[in-house]
T-cell receptor
Framework: AQKVTQAQTEISVVEKEDVTLDCVYE???????LFWYKQPPSGELVFLIRRNSFDEQNEISGRYSWNFQKSTSSFNFTITASQVVDSAVYFC????????????FGAGTRLFVKA | NAGVTQTPKFQVLKTGQSMTLQCAQD?????MYWYRQDPGMGLRLIYYSASEGTTDKGEVPNGYNVSRLNKREFSLRLESAAPSQTSVYFC?????????????FGEGSWLTVV
């Protein structure tokens, strides 16, 4: 069975602090994709990044970076110099090559960035 | 730049009433999905349609039915609403057949069953 665990329910930081959101996944599939989505207070779900299981290169996009480590089944998300606009719920998700390509989501981490 | 559009955005139902959530996408995607979001539980898949003419159950299908009306539209019906179905519902779509295809979501429908 596939599973995504986001152990941090809520995180609160002060603006300009760095923050890392943890994501641990379980799958027996050899090929899979991992995703991060952002849900701001307005409620929509915004796609942030996709990473396949064969590509362990870390990725950086502006203040956002992602660390994929297959050895620990983790796909962590770091925001550098956080801003109030980063306040949102962040979801990690997994899709494997069995089970009809269904995407499984973690429970989400709510990030509060205080000015 | 509509993407995935779902209606209504807000709805209050009485227990036992029925309603249909409508969803349409303009990205020419083959696959469409309905998720529900509950506090502390993330997003759970209710039903999905891998392609026009097919539908399959997800993690939590009980109490729901779906119709893939055409390639663009995928509706979710609650035949007899229950308070346990109070949730935020998201419709989504993606290309078919590629494992890495990204799912794109609508803005959500807030449903309260009293």
């Amino acid at each position: 069975a596939q599973k995504v665990t986001q152990a941090q329910t809520e995180i609160s930081v002060v603006e300009k602090e760095d923050v890392t959101l943890d994501c641990v996944y379980e799958t027996r599939d050899t090929t899979y994709y991992l995703f991060w989505y952002k849900q701001p207070p307005s409620g929509e779900l915004v796609f942030l990044i996709r990473r396949n299981s064969f590509d362990e290169q870390n990725e950086i996009s502006g203040r956002y970076s992602w660390n994929f480590q297959k050895s620990t089944s983790s796909f962590n998300f770091t925001i550098t110099a956080s801003q109030v606009v980063d306040s949102a719920v962040y979801f990690c998700a997994l899709r494997g090559n069995t089970g009809g390509f269904k995407t499984i989501f973690g429970a989400g981490t709510r990030l509060f960035v205080k000015a | 730049n509509a993407g995935v559009t779902q209606t209504p955005k807000f709805q209050v139902l009485k227990t036992g009433q029925s309603m249909t959530l409508q969803c349409a996408q303009d990205m020419n995607h083959n696959s469409m999905y309905w998720y529900r979001q509950d506090p502390g539980m993330g997003l759970r898949l209710i039903y999905y349609s891998a392609s026009e003419g097919t539908t399959d159950k997800g993690e939590v299908p009980n109490g729901y039915n779906v119709s893939r009306l055409n390639k663009r539209e995928f509706s979710l019906r609650l035949e007899s609403a229950a308070p346990s179905q109070t949730s935020v519902y998201f419709c989504a779509s993606s290309e078919m057949g590629q494992l890495g295809n990204t799912i794109y979501f609508g803005e959500g429908s807030w449903l309260t069953v009293v």
